[in-house]
Protein backbone atom coordinates (compact mmCIF):
# COMPACT_ATOMS: atom_id res chain seq x y z
CA UNK A 1 0.00 0.00 0.00
CA UNK A 2 0.90 3.26 -1.18
CA UNK A 3 2.73 5.04 2.41
CA UNK A 4 1.43 8.32 1.85
CA UNK A 5 -2.18 6.58 1.68
CA UNK A 6 -1.42 4.39 4.94
CA UNK A 7 -0.43 7.58 6.27
CA UNK A 8 -3.71 9.23 5.88
CA UNK A 9 -5.44 6.20 7.26
CA UNK A 10 -3.81 6.60 10.63
CA UNK A 11 -4.55 9.92 10.84
CA UNK A 12 -8.23 9.49 9.96
CA UNK A 13 -8.39 6.21 12.44
CA UNK A 14 -6.35 8.34 15.26
CA UNK A 15 -8.78 11.39 14.79
CA UNK A 16 -12.02 9.30 14.85
CA UNK A 17 -10.96 7.18 18.23
CA UNK A 18 -10.16 10.44 19.92
CA UNK A 19 -13.81 12.02 18.71
CA UNK A 20 -15.27 8.60 20.30
CA UNK A 21 -13.29 9.05 23.31
CA UNK A 22 -14.58 12.97 23.69
CA UNK A 23 -18.27 12.00 22.81
CA UNK A 24 -17.68 9.13 25.34
CA UNK A 25 -16.60 11.19 28.30
CA UNK A 26 -19.02 14.14 26.83
CA UNK A 27 -22.04 11.71 27.44
CA UNK A 28 -20.45 10.29 30.81
CA UNK A 29 -19.92 14.08 32.11
CA UNK A 30 -23.81 14.62 31.21
CA UNK A 31 -25.33 11.27 33.01
CA UNK A 32 -23.59 12.03 36.12
CA UNK A 33 -24.28 15.47 35.73
CA UNK A 34 -28.17 14.44 36.07
CA UNK A 35 -27.08 11.86 39.15
CA UNK A 36 -28.21 14.17 42.85
CA UNK A 37 -25.40 14.58 45.27
CA UNK A 38 -26.76 12.20 47.86
CA UNK A 39 -23.72 12.37 49.49
CA UNK A 40 -24.08 14.96 52.68
CA UNK A 41 -21.10 15.95 54.79
CA UNK A 42 -21.35 15.51 58.15
CA UNK A 43 -21.04 18.75 60.40
CA UNK A 44 -20.08 18.89 64.18
CA UNK A 45 -22.50 19.81 66.46
CA UNK A 46 -21.57 21.45 69.66
CA UNK A 47 -22.89 20.38 73.26
CA UNK A 48 -22.49 23.12 75.87
CA UNK A 49 -22.10 21.99 79.62
CA UNK A 50 -22.41 24.86 81.89
CA UNK A 51 -22.39 24.79 85.11
CA UNK A 52 -19.77 24.96 88.44
CA UNK A 53 -17.23 22.96 90.21
CA UNK A 54 -18.83 19.71 89.59
CA UNK A 55 -18.80 20.49 85.83
CA UNK A 56 -15.06 21.85 85.60
CA UNK A 57 -13.98 18.87 87.67
CA UNK A 58 -13.00 20.77 90.74
CA UNK A 59 -9.92 18.70 92.83
CA UNK A 60 -9.22 15.93 89.92
CA UNK A 61 -5.73 16.02 87.99
CA UNK A 62 -7.37 15.84 84.55
CA UNK A 63 -10.00 18.28 84.02
CA UNK A 64 -10.82 15.46 81.12
CA UNK A 65 -11.93 12.99 83.88
CA UNK A 66 -14.69 15.60 84.77
CA UNK A 67 -18.51 13.74 83.33
CA UNK A 68 -18.49 16.54 80.36
CA UNK A 69 -15.35 14.73 79.23
CA UNK A 70 -15.81 11.19 79.94
CA UNK A 71 -19.35 11.56 77.64
CA UNK A 72 -16.94 13.00 74.54
CA UNK A 73 -15.24 9.81 75.28
CA UNK A 74 -18.72 8.17 74.62
CA UNK A 75 -19.68 10.28 71.95
CA UNK A 76 -16.49 9.12 70.11
CA UNK A 77 -16.49 5.68 70.88
CA UNK A 78 -20.21 5.42 68.72
CA UNK A 79 -18.61 7.97 65.97
CA UNK A 80 -21.50 10.43 66.58
CA UNK A 81 -20.34 13.73 65.17
CA UNK A 82 -20.57 16.36 68.52
CA UNK A 83 -17.46 18.25 70.83
CA UNK A 84 -17.98 18.79 73.87
CA UNK A 85 -17.26 22.28 75.70
CA UNK A 86 -16.94 22.01 79.49
CA UNK A 87 -17.56 25.26 80.98
CA UNK A 88 -17.71 24.62 84.43
CA UNK A 89 -16.62 27.38 86.84
CA UNK A 90 -15.81 26.88 90.53
CA UNK A 91 -18.15 28.27 93.14
CA UNK A 92 -20.32 29.75 90.30
CA UNK A 93 -23.74 30.48 91.56
CA UNK A 94 -26.93 30.96 89.17
CA UNK A 95 -27.05 34.14 89.45
CA UNK A 96 -23.46 34.40 88.16
CA UNK A 97 -23.99 32.22 85.46
CA UNK A 98 -27.11 34.10 84.36
CA UNK A 99 -23.91 36.97 83.53
CA UNK A 100 -21.63 34.58 82.23
CA UNK A 101 -23.35 32.63 79.31
CA UNK A 102 -23.79 35.84 77.05
CA UNK A 103 -20.33 35.08 75.75
CA UNK A 104 -20.75 31.86 75.29
CA UNK A 105 -23.75 31.90 73.49
CA UNK A 106 -21.86 33.57 70.49
CA UNK A 107 -20.57 30.08 68.90
CA UNK A 108 -23.63 28.07 67.69
CA UNK A 109 -24.75 25.04 69.99
CA UNK A 110 -26.54 22.42 69.24
CA UNK A 111 -27.02 20.47 73.49
CA UNK A 112 -27.06 22.95 76.12
CA UNK A 113 -26.32 20.86 79.19
CA UNK A 114 -27.46 23.00 82.70
CA UNK A 115 -25.73 22.21 86.13
CA UNK A 116 -26.13 25.20 88.19
CA UNK A 117 -27.62 25.65 91.57
CA UNK A 118 -25.89 23.53 93.70
CA UNK A 119 -23.79 26.24 95.18
CA UNK A 120 -26.96 28.58 95.91
CA UNK A 121 -28.48 25.59 97.97
CA UNK A 122 -25.36 25.48 100.19
CA UNK A 123 -24.96 29.18 100.65
CA UNK A 124 -29.07 29.33 101.21
CA UNK A 125 -29.86 31.05 98.37
CA UNK A 126 -34.21 31.56 98.34
CA UNK A 127 -34.98 29.10 96.04
CA UNK A 128 -37.18 31.81 94.22
CA UNK A 129 -33.95 33.25 93.46
CA UNK A 130 -32.27 30.17 92.00
CA UNK A 131 -34.94 29.47 89.80
CA UNK A 132 -35.15 33.11 88.14
CA UNK A 133 -31.28 33.25 87.37
CA UNK A 134 -31.74 29.66 86.20
CA UNK A 135 -35.09 30.33 83.87
CA UNK A 136 -33.00 33.85 82.75
CA UNK A 137 -29.95 31.62 81.57
CA UNK A 138 -32.88 28.99 79.78
CA UNK A 139 -34.30 32.30 77.96
CA UNK A 140 -30.92 33.73 76.65
CA UNK A 141 -29.85 30.10 74.99
CA UNK A 142 -33.36 29.86 73.67
CA UNK A 143 -33.31 33.54 72.40
CA UNK A 144 -29.96 33.00 70.96
CA UNK A 145 -30.16 29.10 69.03
CA UNK A 146 -34.20 28.45 68.91
CA UNK A 147 -33.14 25.08 67.95
CA UNK A 148 -31.04 23.78 70.66
CA UNK A 149 -31.72 21.07 72.80
CA UNK A 150 -31.48 21.25 76.49
CA UNK A 151 -30.65 19.48 79.43
CA UNK A 152 -31.62 20.32 83.18
CA UNK A 153 -29.49 18.55 85.82
CA UNK A 154 -31.39 18.39 89.30
CA UNK A 155 -29.77 18.73 93.11
CA UNK A 156 -30.50 18.30 96.27
CA UNK A 157 -29.63 20.37 99.51
CA UNK A 158 -28.15 17.79 102.50
CA UNK A 159 -31.39 17.42 105.37
CA UNK A 160 -29.44 20.29 107.72
CA UNK A 161 -30.64 23.29 105.72
CA UNK A 162 -34.27 22.63 106.81
CA UNK A 163 -37.30 20.22 104.88
CA UNK A 164 -38.90 23.09 103.84
CA UNK A 165 -36.21 24.45 102.21
CA UNK A 166 -35.02 21.07 100.88
CA UNK A 167 -38.19 20.66 98.96
CA UNK A 168 -38.80 24.03 97.47
CA UNK A 169 -35.55 24.02 96.37
CA UNK A 170 -36.05 20.32 94.99
CA UNK A 171 -39.14 21.93 92.87
CA UNK A 172 -36.70 24.49 90.80
CA UNK A 173 -35.61 21.61 88.94
CA UNK A 174 -38.64 20.42 88.60
CA UNK A 175 -40.73 23.08 87.57
CA UNK A 176 -38.05 24.86 85.28
CA UNK A 177 -37.47 21.05 83.23
CA UNK A 178 -41.06 20.81 83.19
CA UNK A 179 -42.30 24.21 82.06
CA UNK A 180 -39.26 24.47 79.32
CA UNK A 181 -39.49 20.84 78.10
CA UNK A 182 -36.14 20.02 78.82
CA UNK A 183 -34.46 16.50 79.72
CA UNK A 184 -34.25 16.39 82.71
CA UNK A 185 -31.22 14.61 85.36
CA UNK A 186 -33.56 14.37 88.76
CA UNK A 187 -29.55 14.28 90.72
CA UNK A 188 -27.01 14.55 89.43
CA UNK A 189 -24.99 13.18 92.21
CA UNK A 190 -27.11 9.87 92.05
CA UNK A 191 -25.37 7.06 94.16
CA UNK A 192 -22.09 9.64 94.60
CA UNK A 193 -23.51 11.70 97.36
CA UNK A 194 -22.79 10.63 101.19
CA UNK A 195 -20.38 7.50 99.33
CA UNK A 196 -17.09 8.47 100.78
CA UNK A 197 -15.23 6.37 98.75
CA UNK A 198 -16.61 8.36 95.63
CA UNK A 199 -15.78 11.66 97.53
CA UNK A 200 -12.33 13.57 97.70
CA UNK A 201 -11.33 14.69 101.31
CA UNK A 202 -14.00 17.92 101.44
CA UNK A 203 -16.97 15.22 101.12
CA UNK A 204 -18.49 17.41 98.45
CA UNK A 205 -16.54 17.29 94.93
CA UNK A 206 -16.57 13.80 93.23
CA UNK A 207 -13.49 11.30 92.57
CA UNK A 208 -12.66 10.17 89.08
CA UNK A 209 -14.65 7.24 89.88
CA UNK A 210 -17.14 9.62 91.44
CA UNK A 211 -17.71 11.39 88.53
CA UNK A 212 -17.78 8.46 86.35
CA UNK A 213 -20.98 7.85 87.93
CA UNK A 214 -22.16 11.15 87.19
CA UNK A 215 -21.20 10.52 83.34
CA UNK A 216 -23.87 7.70 83.56
CA UNK A 217 -26.19 9.68 85.15
CA UNK A 218 -25.80 11.98 81.87
CA UNK A 219 -25.71 10.10 79.70
CA UNK A 220 -28.78 8.07 80.42
CA UNK A 221 -30.94 11.49 79.77
CA UNK A 222 -28.03 13.22 76.98
CA UNK A 223 -28.13 9.82 74.74
CA UNK A 224 -31.47 9.94 73.30
CA UNK A 225 -31.59 13.66 72.23
CA UNK A 226 -28.31 13.36 69.81
Known amino acids: ?43 MKTILFFGNSLTAGYGLDDPN ?15 LP ?31 VLELGANDGLRGLPA ?5 SLQAIIDKVK ?5 CKMVLTGMLVPPSMGQRYSEDFKAVFINL ?24 GDGIHPTVEGQQILAENVWKVLRPIL
Open 1 to 43: MNFRILFSLLICSFILACSNANNQQSTQQEDNSAIPDTVETTQ
Open 65 to 79: DAFPGLIQLKIDSLG
Open 82 to 112: YKTINAGLSGETSSGGKERIDWLLKQKIDVF
Open 128 to 132: NETYK
Open 143 to 147: AAWPD
Open 177 to 200: AKENNMAFVPFLLENVAGEVELNQ
